[in-house]
């Protein structure tokens, strides 16, 4: 199964920028697509963005697309979302999950998809 590790999480003033990574280990990583969802409280988990297992597919969901970005460094096992422009309704407990798939899958956005979760990490941004 492995384990998934976020970081990067914190308080951070509207308009600001945070940048989450999410440590991958015990998995083939190379193998794997990975997401990013959001809980925001009293609400379901949500997907935000994903990435292909060679980095050259993304996606996004609508509001979120022109400020967060996400990549992967398969070398250092590690993918990263790139939080600009964060407004109040950002503020969220954020996941990061994977799964096995092949290079031409289309990229899950249903959390249902992913096999492997991390524990989550809070984001607050304050207005």
């Known amino acids: 199964q492995g384990q998934l590790v976020e970081s990067g999480g914190g308080l951070v003033q509207a308009g600001g920028s945070l940048r989450l990574s999410c440590a991958v280990s015990?998995?083939?990583?190379?193998?794997?697509?990975v997401g990013w969802f959001r809980q925001r409280l009293g609400k379901e988990r949500e997907f935000v963005a994903a990435i292909s297992r060679n980095g050259q597919n993304t996606d996004y969901e609508d509001s979120v697309k022109g400020r967060f970005t996400i990549s992967r460094d398969n070398t250092k096992k590690t993918v990263y979302l790139q939080m600009n422009s964060l407004k109040p309704e950002d503020t969220a407990v954020y996941f990061c999950?994977?799964?096995?798939?092949?290079?031409?899958?289309?990229?899950?956005?249903?959390?249902?998809?992913?096999?492997?979760w991390g524990q989550g990490i809070q984001v607050t941004v304050s207005s």
């Open positions: 999950a994977a799964r096995d798939t092949i290079l031409t899958a289309p990229l899950p956005t249903d959390a249902s998809a992913y096999a492997v």
């Open positions: 015990g998995r083939t990583f190379y193998r794997d697509a």
